[in-house]
């Protein structure tokens, strides 16, 4: 018989501790107020540093050290509930009998589903056997914040991980357990698709050696998206309008610099956790490129080694150089197919940085957090971005 209990939002917040946030702003507090106008100025105006710090502990007492287990949602469940009615979840016979009438074969999806539970249900005991409360829950009946927790161990893949990390800004440890290693990289998991034998008893001692993963810290000022907070990104963000095919349009200033006017199909900030994903797909370069340089540079009459190993080997290099480590504090930022002619000058398209600020002159523009969380970036609005340690991950690798 399962023991496991699915929580809702007020049990999680039954094991809340209030938030006291002291609230620091230097320089103009209202940067957008009267030079909305002037993008060279609103740059110049944006406040140097901006900090939200919760000033409470993130772990509680030891005499009963509490943990919250974050699961995914599988495809058994998602087509469970999209094919209810008012809410309702139908049950598994009829779910099989309108899957199989819409030619999909309902075993499949019913195996990942019941492996997954198995998981969720092997981890939740062996922490309890551990002496750890334990709450399980699904990433969708959460609140947008976790109250301070000993731990938070999620189980799924990436997303998964992505998702819970978005919602913990103290120093509660997250850790992610890939729970499909067949089917899921798992790249932010602890071990990837081998996660460690003795992984219980890593997160249950006292003397683990946890480690940090950098944050991006994206403060909105102005528009109808401006946050009093600022909001963290694990991987990266995004800017561009939402119709891909559209160019998007935006004023950008880096470290402080005077603000360029820049079209491309999109800008991309990642931290160094970041830089392995989206960013190094953006920067790969391609054996079949190098050997284009290559030739090129022969029939320039430059003298180039005939050898069919160093395409690879170049690639290899670049590529490799591109991924940083998690915990660097390095602001890593990418163009999208940059615009230049007699209207807007070259600029960078690759570097990194250590504040980005960026204004809106889209028509309709997407500002998006680890591929899951948008908001609106329209006409006007400015978004500031940065790595703040005081917001790094604390983490397992």
Known sequence: MRMIHHCS????????????????????????????????????????????????????????????????????QYEGRRMGENGSIVSDCELERLLLERNIDPLPLKLKD?????????????????????????????????????LVVTVGGDGTFLSAAALVVDSTPVVGINSDPMGSEGHLCVGGKNRPKDLIRMLVDKDTKWTTRSRIKVTIYGGKNAHPEPLLALNEVFVGEKDSAKV??????????????????????????????????????????VTDVMETLRSMGISIPIDASIPDRIANHLNDSLIKSPSSDDLLFSVREPIFN????????????????????CSNANLVLDGSRHFDFDYGSVISLEIDPDYALTTLI
């Open 248 to 289: 998007s349009y935006y004023d950008i200033s880096i470290d402080g610099g005077p603000a360029q006017r820049q079209k491309s199909s999109g800008f991309i900030a990642s931290s160094a956790s970041g830089s392995s994903a989206w960013y190094s797909s953006i920067n790969r370069v391609l054996p079949d490129t």
């Open 9 to 76: 939002v007020p049990l999680i917040f039954s094991l809340s501790i209030p938030f006291s946030y002291s609230v620091i702003m230097l320089h103009d507090s209202s940067p957008l107020s009267s030079s909305l106008h002037d993008p060279v100025r609103v740059m110049a105006t944006l406040p140097t540093s901006v900090h939200v710090m919760p000033v409470v502990p993130s772990l509680l007492p030891d005499e009963k050290r509490k943990a919250v287990v974050l699961c995914k949602g599988t495809r058994w």
């Open 342 to 361: 007699k209207t807007f000058a070259p600029s960078p398209v690759k570097g990194k940085a250590r504040r980005i600020n960026l204004r809106s002159r």
């Open 114 to 150: 019941e492996e997954q539970r198995k998981v969720e249900e092997t981890i939740v005991n062996q922490l309890r056997e551990n002496g750890m409360s334990v709450t399980l829950c699904h990433l969708s009946s959460l609140p947008s914040r976790l109250p301070p927790l000993s």
